[in-house]
């Protein structure tokens, strides 16, 4: 399966909000054969390694009363899926860390800054609108 990634939208002092340390911004990334765009794929930081979480709705599983994720997207072929994960971690993962590495690596505190008044942090529609980092495509 073919990838492209299409852009790396980080999190900076000036657009970060409510938003943890730990958060270094969202990927762009674009599956050739099935011509699906993701956008807001997340980046964060745990420990030494970089991780990457795919946009997902939160809710309590009816029966047991627990917190689930349900993804927003995902392969349903587990093979084409650890393809996409692959990706992610092969070829975009030396994108971001070389960005992090150039500007600032966030601390490893964990301190929690206040909540923004509208609870959503004040950054999420600024990370669709701001230019991406990169603008070349990584071909798989």
């Given amino acids: 399966m073919k990838f492209e990634l ?9 657009n970060r909000g409510s938003l943890k340390e730990n958060q270094l911004g969202t990927v ?3 599956i050739v054969d ?3 765009d993701i956008r807001g794929i997340r ?9 990457f979480n795919f946009p997902h709705i ?7 009363g627990e917190g689930v994720k349900y993804p927003v997207f995902r392969l349903s072929d587990e093979k084409e899926h ?12 030396p994108e971001v860390i070389a960005w992090v590495k150039a500007n ?7 301190s929690r800054p206040p909540a923004h008044k509208n ?8 990370l669709t609108t701001q230019k991406p980092v990169l603008r070349r495509i990584i071909p798989r």
């Fill in 119 to 126: 609870g959503l942090g004040g950054v999420m529609a600024g």
């Fill in 104 to 110: 600032k690596w966030p601390s490893d505190e964990r």
């Fill in 58 to 64: 939160t809710s309590k599983d009816p029966d047991t």
């Fill in 34 to 36: 099935y011509k699906i």
């Fill in 6 to 14: 299409v852009g790396h939208y980080p999190l900076t002092d000036k």
């Fill in 28 to 30: 762009h990334i674009y």
């Fill in 82 to 93: 650890k393809e996409l994960m692959d990706f992610l971690h092969q070829k975009v993962k």
């Fill in 43 to 51: 980046v964060h930081k745990a420990g030494k390694g970089i991780f």
